[in-house]
């Protein structure tokens, strides 16, 4: 390849990088339940409980799975992890952990690109809440502000793990990797 082209892609490349690290952070709400959320100053009941709602679904799809109650508790926790609604290809039990706050959009900002999403809470990082993706979201619960990668809705993980927790190197049953809790 030409120097030049090389050049003009590294440049492209860098680019890229630059705008996607300027993005705006984002307003956000977190909350532990829907009672919470619409005490706060300018979120009404019906949004605070459809949001939550959303996040429950969410949970299911992109909450961390083990196929240990042992392996889940080791992240997340003694009796933090609770039975998944699906199954491994062999038929056995798959656990997750227990769904401990929501993120959404700050209705105070009017109109919010923030994905309705559930948060969780490690056993080595509790005092802050984690998105299914492990990104960290906040300590506290209200609006705040996060960057725009953590607003984004996390990927779809099908990863079950075997042994070793998470943030091990153990087998998983796809080559999806993740670490909770730092």
Same mark, same amino acid.
């Given at each position: ?149 953590? *607003?984004? #809705? %996390?990927? /779809?993980?099908? !990863?079950?793990?075997?042994? &070793? +927790?998470?943030? *091990?190197? #153990? %087998?998983? /049953?796809?080559? !999806?990797?993740?670490?909770? &809790? +730092?």
């Amino acid at each position: 390849m030409k120097r030049s082209k090389s050049l003009k892609i590294a440049l492209m490349g860098a680019s890229v990088l630059a705008l996607s690290a300027c993005e705006e952070p984002q307003d956000v709400a977190i909350f532990e339940n829907a009672d919470q959320c619409s005490q706060q100053d300018g979120f009404d009941r019906a949004s605070c409980e459809e949001n939550m709602q959303l996040a429950k679904e969410e949970h299911i799809r992109v909450s961390p799975k083990y196929t240990s109650v042992e392996d889940c508790e080791a992240d997340f926790g003694s009796t933090q992890c609770e039975i998944a609604p699906v199954q491994t290809s062999s038929g056995g039990s798959v656990f997750m952990p227990l769904m401990m706050g929501y993120m959404m959009g700050n209705m105070l900002s009017g109109g919010s690109r923030v994905a309705t999403q559930p948060l969780y809470r490690s056993a080595d990082d509790p005092k802050n809440f984690r998105t299914g993706d492990n990104q960290k979201v906040a300590g506290k619960t209200g609006v705040s502000k996060v960057p725009a990668n953590v *607003a984004k #809705a %996390p990927t /779809t993980k099908t !990863s079950t793990v075997r042994r &070793g +927790g998470f943030g *091990a190197s #153990a %087998p998983r /049953t796809t080559s !999806s990797r993740r670490s909770f &809790g +730092g």
